[in-house]
């Protein structure tokens, strides 16, 4: 059952979808950081969210480390749950 949700599907289709989706996380992640006020914590603290800073970054992490993940093709199943 591990080695089914490690490995991933070497077909190019499956290999271009996994390249727009982990550059879509990847890039809006770096954006919260490059643009705090507008993609990061101004954006959480502007819909109501409790302590937008920490929001703000982990949020932005957490695409940024899931973004590469999907696309180096490690974990796909896992890192595109969040």
């Known amino acids: 059952m591990l080695k089914k ?26 954006q919260k950081f490059l643009f705090p006020a507008l993609r990061g914590s101004g954006r959480f603290e502007k819909i109501g969210l409790p302590d937008p800073e920490f929001l703000g970054s982990f949020v932005g992490f957490f695409e940024i480390f899931c973004g590469i993940l999907v696309l180096i093709g490690f974990m796909t199943r896992i890192a595109s749950l969040p």
Do not use: A, M
Not at 5 to 23: A, E, H, W
């Open 5 to 30: 949700i490690i490995n991933t599907d070497l077909s190019k289709t499956t290999i271009l979808i996994r390249f727009i989706v982990g550059f879509v996380f990847l890039s809006e992640g770096i």
